[in-house]
């Protein structure tokens, strides 16, 4: 949703406009400021802190999800200890509302891993839910869930795509923002904080990796390649996964008519962070077309995929100072 001309003011008149505007289309007024000790329902839960974490208002629901608007220049207070939280979060950046859905399980460790998945191009937080399928392996392993999907349906990825690139949307800072919001909410281990995309999902977590070094520790890209002009100098590993039938990213690159740019071969991401001292796998699935592949077509790219991605913390002796930079 677009809304950089509606919003142009900043501060409260911003605040205010947005809460009207998700109330309209959430069909529902919008509830009082969640504090700690009050549930998403209102319900009061004594001197025990609830699940509805302060500085998000729950503004109604969406398919299956209880949506909440995130305060501006704001991150939410953290869950009490073991304390789930499954949301919808929506805030506004750079005039552009944004989304992002964030699943917790209750229960959790101090230091749980946390996944960022990304969608693909024109992909929807539905739509890369059901593709792919990461919410039953990450509750099972006891690890963070933070599905993210772009502003315009297309990632500002480097030289792709579309709209990501021609308005120049900062994609880099909305994926700063939603870590920062999450480890907000639940601590999680620095040392395993991973990514995974789709398509244009898969080149806006290469771009993502390399702009980051250190953040994350490893990605999975699925019928993806890295766009991006920046150059890895962190061995974040990768793993890789496209289809010899894939015309729309394919494994050779070429020019794209659909995204209206020329796509660098796939394994170019998977080379320069293989320079970089990254451990890299890449896999070539016979007969897959532009689609995230199943066991039942010879490779399951959740299931190994997030196998691949726990093998690969983040090496010990690394870390980030707090401008970004990777420390030894």
């Known amino acids: 949703m677009r809304i950089a001309r509606l919003l142009r003011p900043t501060g409260l008149v911003v605040?205010?406009?947005?809460?009207?505007?998700?109330?309209?289309?959430?069909g529902a007024s919008v509830a009082t400021p969640l504090t700690r000790g009050t549930t998403a329902d209102g319900a009061q839960t004594g001197s025990t802190p609830g699940p509805g974490p302060a500085a998000l208002r729950h503004v109604g629901e969406r398919d299956g999800w209880s949506r909440y608007l995130l305060a501006e220049n704001r991150v939410p207070d953290?869950?009490?200890?073991?304390?789930?939280f499954r949301g919808q979060l929506e805030w506004v950046q750079n005039g552009l509302l944004r989304r992002a859905r964030v699943t917790i399980p209750a229960g959790l460790s101090q230091e749980a891993p946390l996944l960022v998945t990304l969608a693909g191009y024109n992909g929807s937080l539905d739509s890369a839910e059901r593709q792919q399928r990461w919410a039953p392996v990450t509750e099972q392993s006891g690890a963070v869930l933070a599905e993210a999907a772009a502003a315009d349906g297309a990632w500002n990825a480097g030289r792709c795509c579309k709209r990501g690139v021609t308005e120049d949307i900062d994609d880099v800072g909305y994926l700063d923002r939603l870590v920062e919001i999450v480890t907000a909410l639940?601590?999680?281990?620095?040392?395993?904080?991973?990514?995974?995309g789709f398509s244009?999902?898969?080149?806006?977590?290469?771009?993502?990796?390399?702009?980051?070094?250190?953040?994350?520790?490893?990605?999975?890209?699925?019928?993806?390649?890295?766009?991006?002009?920046?150059v890895p100098r962190f061995p974040t590993a990768v793993l890789a996964v496209n289809g010899t039938s894939d015309r729309t990213v394919p494994?050779?690159?070429g020019v794209n008519t659909i995204l209206s740019t020329t796509l660098p071969p796939t394994a170019?991401?998977?080379?320069?962070?293989?320079?970089?001292?990254?451990?890299?796998?890449?896999?070539?699935?016979?007969k897959l077309g532009h689609s995230w592949p199943t066991a039942a077509q010879g490779f399951d790219a959740t299931a190994?995929?997030?196998?691949?991605?726990?093998?690969?913390?983040?090496?010990?002796?690394?870390?980030?100072?707090?401008?970004?930079?990777t420390v030894q």
């Open 15 to 26: 605040s205010i406009a947005l809460a009207v505007v998700l109330a309209v289309v959430a």
């Open 78 to 84: 953290g869950l009490a200890p073991g304390a789930g």
């Open 186 to 196: 639940q601590e999680v281990d620095p040392r395993r904080v991973y990514f995974a």
């Open 200 to 230: 244009n999902g898969a080149m806006m977590a290469y771009r993502y990796a390399c702009a980051r070094p250190g953040r994350v520790a490893a990605l999975v890209s699925v019928a993806g390649t890295m766009v991006s002009w920046c």
């Open 251 to 253: 494994i050779e690159g």
């Open 268 to 286: 170019r991401g998977p080379e320069l962070f293989a320079r970089a001292g990254a451990v890299v796998r890449t896999v070539v699935v016979p």
């Open 304 to 325: 190994q995929g997030w196998a691949f991605l726990l093998a690969h913390p983040r090496p010990v002796a690394v870390r980030q100072d707090r401008g970004g930079a």
